[in-house]
T-cell receptor, first 116, second 114 residues
Framework: EAGVTQFPSHSVIEKGQTVTLRCDPI?????LYWYRRVMGKEIKFLLH????????ESGMPNNRFLAERTGGTYSTLKVQPAELEDSGVYFC??????????????FGNGTRLTVT | GESVGLHLPTLSVQEGDNSIINCAYS??????FIWYKQESGKGPQFIID?????DKRQGQRVTVLLNKTVKHLSLQIAATQPGDSAVYFC?????????????FGSGTQLTVLP
């Protein structure tokens, strides 16, 4: 079974530019999550999709971040315009069910974003 | 060796010794806990989990202990090997409205010395 894949693995952009991160979940996993770790701090929840619907986006930091999952397959996370404090590692994860104790999260390797 | 995950971010142990990584969680409503291992350049990898109705769970070379009274979680690794070197995160699963979120600790860097 292929795992969660993320693209790109690294991205370096200038402040004010736009970046789009992509996540392909494990096939058949309806639940897709975005997390991020900035400034070496804790990994923090951003949002949760169930198929193409946003189930919980309470972790999205501001309106510069836009996540989509058209068709309920892969997801994109766009940052526009990027700021310096957006630098960090963005992780995508997927699970078979939303009840995490029955279906643990499987994480991708992350996208390391550097905003200069 | 022992470490409090949120206060001592590094732990060094000799190969073959047992490791204990500690974590304090904050939300008494959390009902499910997970330990993740993260190697350099990779995402968090599931190690072991425990539900709040249990106080101990064992896996292969790993044991998780949960003390709900003091909101404390620990991960014990037996006979630590060089491949165990990584950052270890505890995570608590908080019910949040209709969805569930994982809240991660700050992580503990485990280094296994030859």
């Amino acid at each position: 079974e292929a795992g969660v894949t993320q693209f790109p693995s690294h991205s370096v952009i200038e402040k004010g530019q736009t970046v789009t991160l992509r996540c392909d979940p494990i096939s058949g996993h309806d639940n897709l999550y975005w997390y991020r770790r900035v400034m070496g701090k804790e990994i923090k929840f951003l949002l949760h999709f169930v198929k193409e619907s946003k189930q919980d986006e309470s972790g999205m930091p501001n309106n510069r971040f836009l996540a989509e999952r058209t068709g309920g397959t892969y997801s994109t996370l766009k940052v526009q315009p990027a700021e310096l404090e957006d630098s960090g590692v963005y992780f995508c994860a997927s699970s078979l069910t939303p009840s995490l104790d029955n279906s643990p999260l499987h994480f991708g390797n992350g996208t390391r974003l550097t905003v200069t | 060796g022992e470490s409090v995950g949120l206060h001592l971010p590094t732990l060094s142990v000799q190969e073959g010794d047992n490791s204990i990584i500690n974590c304090a969680y904050s939300n008494s409503a959390s009902d499910y806990f997970i330990w993740y291992k993260q190697e350099s350049g990779k995402g968090p990898q599931f190690i072991i989990d425990i539900r709040s109705n249990m106080d101990k769970r064992q896996g292969q070379r790993v044991t998780v202990l949960l003390n709900k009274t003091v909101k404390h979680l620990s991960l014990q690794i037996a006979a630590t090997q060089p491949g165990d070197s990584a950052v270890y995160f505890c995570a608590e699963n908080r019910p949040s409205g209709s969805a569930r979120q994982l809240t991660f600790g700050s992580g503990t860097q485990l280094t296994v010395l030859p």
